[in-house]
Every structure is written in structure tokens, then in C-alpha cells.
């Protein structure tokens, strides 16, 4: 084979410029492995192939380089970089969602303690309410209790003389103590009076009435004024606040020591 | 060139291989403007000229221990490197805008000749323009199309051993030009 010839056929050009065929390719390296002349036949055309691709060129716009280099550098060091920052955003980002729910949590809680605590103190006040009026009921009743307690001690005093009073509208009783000579009134059956009247209680002492005291709402027996002596006792239903002497044509009950 | 100087071609492609970011520098300012210019030969067009550069010059990041000092010089690996994915694009690219009877013609000549891109008066296809009209549209397809000897002689119905022989004889005659 000529090999001048072959060199100057073209083939080397296109071999070196990547046109030829598979079969080609394979044929110019192995000619170029046995001849010398060939294979620097192929340097000389890569050298002037390059030279004159270099020549009349345009330059790429600089975006492109700093893509390239961000491309190829970026993997190593975003690896360790970018993705730390990235999570540590992504804490950041927990982080903040976490207190937006936390906030929204705590302020519905805030409603919801505020309300039970709203009802809680209306509930107590209403059991304080409550709790007042039952001790006013429990004052009352134990007043009541110690106020009959000691009318039945007096009941059962034996030096108490007993004077029981009727009429024709009720009944009451006296209790004249012997030794103090103190008057209690126990109203057995004594209608209330009309408004603006008031009972009063009278001591008969020789033949005379004289004032024992008005008769109020007491509670057992209804401790009257002090009567040294008396031949009996009466009732009278008087003006409200009482009068000195009385009215005969109202006597309500009356009866002898 | 003076930089030569500063890296034999073999301790370049050595450093390179060791993912020097510097000598990736140094072959980015030295080879990018021609591989760019190449791929806009081939894809007319300036934004996807960027594009394919970058995938160009990330591949050759990727896949320098692919390259073989017995098989050739750094600058033809590169330039194979930068034609082909040139060539891959502007066909996906036609593939995606093609009709149904897109010619193979029509896209040489679409590409070269419709949209009248500077980029046929740099580089290699300025070169190519003062060659005459036969060897001109070989290169085109070949070269710059990407088209095989055999899809060359169906689209232009001439055999493929004319194929053969008159590709050799245009990058010859091309060859007389530099």
C-alpha cells in the first residue's frame, strides 16, 4: 500500500475529526500502530486541527463558567455544607411551626381554663351563697333551740307557780318564779294581733292592774317584767307600744294565781 | 500560546485526573472558547449553545479517566466530546420540533441556511464556507450534522462508496485551508 497516498486520501482528517465509519476507524488505528508515518500524519492534523479551532472563536459568556464550577465544585462541598444549613432551616422551620401550634394550644387552653374558671367561681359564690344562708338557718334554729332549752328548764323548776290564763279567744300561761319573782308568758293559743294593736301583759295587785310588759314574738317563753306580787294576771290587747292602764273592753284571757 | 507553559499537556490531563480544581481552570480558559464555538457550528443557536457547553465541560469533569494519551490529543478527545453532545442535541431537538416527513436536507439546511446565525462565520464553519458548494454541504452533514455515511447516500441518493471518498476529499481540501 502507498502510504503517502493513504495519508493524502483524506482518511487521516477524517479520522482525526470523528467522520469516518466504524470499519474506518478501526482500520486507521491499525495502520497507525504499524506505520510510523501514519500515526504522525494523525499528530500533525490534531495539532493543526487545534490550532485552527482556536483561531476565530467566540468566547462563552461568563454565566456559563460559574454554572460549570458550581456544578462540579458544589457536590463536595454543599454535601457537607448546603445540606447542614438546609436542616438546620428545616429546624428552624420545625421550630417555629412547633411554637405557632404550641401558641394556638396554650391560647385555647387559655379560653378553656378561663371559662371553667369563670364557672367555678360563679359555682362558688353561689355555694358560699348557699352555705350563708344555711348557717343563718343554723344561728336561728340553734337560738331557737337554746331559747326553748332553758324555757324548759324553767318549765321544770318546781318553785315556778303556774297561772293559767283563758278567754273566750285563746289561752296563755304565766310563769312566775317564787324566788325571783321573774314573769315568763308562754302564749298556748294567742291569735297574731291586728295591725297596729299588741297584747300586753297585766299583774292584778290588789285589785289593781299593773303594767308586766308588751308581749312580742318570742320564741317559747317570752320573759316579762319582774312582779313582786300579784292576786292574778291578764292580757289585754293595746295599741301598739302599750298603754298605762287597760282597756278593759279587750281583755283577751286572765286567771287567778 | 505562553501559557503552554505552565502545563505540559501530559501533567495537565495528570492534574486533571486528580480533580485539580486549578487545572480545570487552566482547560476551561484554554479550550472552552473553541469547543463553544464548535457546538454553536453545530446548534446555531446561543442558549443552547450554553447549555450543551456546560454538560460539555462537566462531562469532561466526570469522564476525564476516560480520556487515553495512546489515542490521541487532550484537544480531539475534547472536541469529539463537545461535537457529539452538539450533534445529540440539535437531533433531540429536531426530533421533538420534527413533522412527520422532516427531510434530512431540509434540516441541513434549516440549520445553515434559514436562520443565517453568525455562527457560520466562526470557527471551523467559516472555514467550511469557502470551500465549494459539494464539499460544503458533505461537511454539513457529516461534520456538523452528525449524519452517517449511509444516511448521507440515502438522503442524497449517491453511493456509499461516493460517500466515502468525497468526505475525505472535502476535509482535505479543508485541511488546505487552515
Known sequence: MDINAYIESGIIESYVMGVTTPEETAEVRSMAA????????????????????????????????????????????????????????????????????????????????????????????????????????????????????????????????????????????????????DVYLLKNNVPAAPAGKQYQLWAIVNGKPVNAGMIGDCVGLCKMQNIPEAEAFAITLEKEGGSPVPTLSALFVMGKV | MSDAAKYTENGLVALLKQRDVPAFEYLYEHYSAALYTVILNIVDEKEAGNDVLQDVFVKIWRQIDQYNEQKGRLFTWLLNIARNAAIDFKRSRQFRNSRQNLELTDSVYYSTGVTQLDTDKIGLAGLVEKLPEEYRKLIRLSYFGGYTHEEIASAENIPLGTVKTRIRKALSELRKLM
Open chain 1, 34 to 181: 504499524t506505520h510510523p508515518e501514519i500515526a504522525s500524519a494523525i499528530s500533525a492534523f490534531e495539532v493543526m486541527l487545534e490550532k485552527q479551532l482556536k483561531s476565530n472563536v467566540q468566547a462563552p459568556p461568563q454565566i456559563v463558567r460559574d454554572k460549570i464550577f458550581s456544578e462540579i465544585i458544589s457536590p463536595d462541598e454543599t454535601g457537607k455544607v448546603v445540606p447542614m444549613e438546609s436542616g438546620r432551616g428545616d429546624i428552624w422551620r420545625f421550630m417555629a411551626a412547633a411554637s405557632i401550634l404550641l401558641f394556638i394550644a396554650s391560647a385555647l387552653l387559655n379560653v378553656y381554663y378561663y371559662r371553667n374558671y369563670k364557672q367555678m367561681q360563679s359555682s362558688y359564690q353561689q355555694l358560699l351563697a348557699d352555705q350563708g344562708v344555711m348557717q343563718a338557718h343554723v344561728d336561728k334554729m340553734q337560738t331557737r333551740m337554746n331559747l326553748l332549752d332553758s324555757s324548759m328548764e324553767m318549765l321544770q323548776d318546781p318553785s315556778m307557780k303556774v297561772v293559767s290564763m283563758k278567754g273566750n279567744d285563746g289561752v296563755a300561761t304565766v310563769y312566775w318564779s317564787s324566788k325571783t319573782k
